[in-house]
């Protein structure tokens, strides 16, 4: 668990709760909440996992927590007797790939953006945010992996990854199934609160903004959006979320424009009235606009 001790100093590092990554993950469940004909989505810890079953077996949108494997597999057995086939990440971060190995290990195709293998591969170390993680094993790897888009034909699904400009990571994809109407927006979209967004990893706050757009633009109020974190959402959600990151994004700015250092930024509490409803979760303020400073300083 050397790996999450570790998460747990970072988290604490940019001001948030390490109780997420020193969860007893024994305790877990994986639930599976259908989202359309034959498409579920599995929530236990860390993001949410998409999941299509049908005449071609099963395919999973990320894969949580290493320790997970196993539990996720049960879930999965609960609505169809197949293995999982394929693996589509949406990005490198391991509360999404932790299962990487075990899927990958037991026959499963891994895909994903490319720079989601060269990041697992090379492992990161931050100093300044305290992040370490581990090169990943070799069965953790994709093996199929795409620049801009990549279109998989499965269970009778259209299934297009995009990647958009670097948002939450450089190697995020957005995953549409086309005829049924489902997004899977990995963590470029937290439902509910203020996104975590790894500037280390070549994200930013307007790449984020700019990655909720372009999905904004593209669904109807039909459309179901499984976020990265947080329940299964929706456009007007979607629409409410980039309305407040624009807010964020303004109110930062003036200070950044003002001269403000960071700390001084952070103490004049900018989005001391968002908190109540956005810095409930994961993200607190002071993360956020720590956060929403150093992107818009990188600029
Ligand atoms: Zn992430």
């Known amino acids: 668990m050397r790996k999450l001790n570790i998460l747990a100093a970072a988290l604490a590092a940019v001001g948030l709760s390490p109780a997420l990554a020193q969860r007893d993950f024994s305790k877990v469940e994986v639930t599976a909440t259908p989202v359309a004909p034959n498409i579920y989505m599995l929530q236990g810890a860390g993001g949410n996992?998409?999941?299509?079953?049908?005449?071609?077996?099963?395919?999973?949108?990320?894969?949580?927590?290493?320790?997970?494997?196993?539990?996720?597999?049960a879930a999965v057995a609960l609505v169809t007797p197949d293995p999982v086939r394929?693996?589509?990440?949406?990005?490198?971060?391991?509360?999404?790939t932790g299962g990487n190995e075990s899927f990958g290990g037991g026959g499963a195709v891994i895909v994903a953006h490319d720079n989601v293998r060269t990041r697992l591969k090379?492992?990161?170390k931050n100093e300044e945010m305290g992040w370490s993680v581990d090169p990943a094993p070799a069965a953790a790897l994709p093996v199929?992996?795409?620049?801009?888009?990549?279109?998989?034909?499965?269970?009778?699904?259209?299934?297009?990854?995009?990647h958009p400009a670097p948002a939450h990571t450089d190697g995020d994809a957005i995953i549409r199934f086309v005829e049924a109407n489902v997004v899977h927006m990995g963590d470029i979209y937290f439902q509910g609160g203020y996104p975590f967004?790894?500037?280390?990893?070549?994200?930013?706050?307007?790449?984020?903004?700019?990655?909720?757009?372009g999905v904004l633009a593209t669904i109807d109020d039909e459309t179901k959006i499984i976020p990265g974190h947080g329940p299964l959402?929706?456009?007007?959600?979607?629409?409410?979320?980039i309305t407040m990151l624009k807010d964020v994004r303004r109110r930062v700015k003036k200070l950044v424009d003002r001269g403000l250092s960071e700390e001084a930024t952070v103490k004049a509490d900018p989005l001391k009235d968002l908190n109540g409803v956005w810095g409930g979760g994961f993200i607190k303020g002071d993360a956020m606009t720590r956060t929403a400073y150093r992107s818009l300083k990188n600029e």
């Open 144 to 162: 199929v992996t795409f620049g801009d888009d990549v279109t998989l034909h499965w269970n009778g699904h259209t299934i297009r990854a995009h």
């Open 197 to 213: 967004i790894d500037l280390q990893s070549g994200g930013s706050l307007d790449g984020v903004i700019a990655a909720q757009e």
């Open 122 to 124: 090379q492992g990161m």
């Open 233 to 241: 959402s929706n456009k007007a959600e979607l629409a409410s979320t």
């Open 86 to 96: 394929f693996v589509l990440n949406t990005h490198w971060h391991f509360d999404h």
């Open 49 to 73: 996992i998409g999941l299509s079953v049908g005449a071609d077996g099963a395919f999973i949108i990320d894969d949580q927590f290493a320790p997970l494997a196993d539990k996720i597999r």
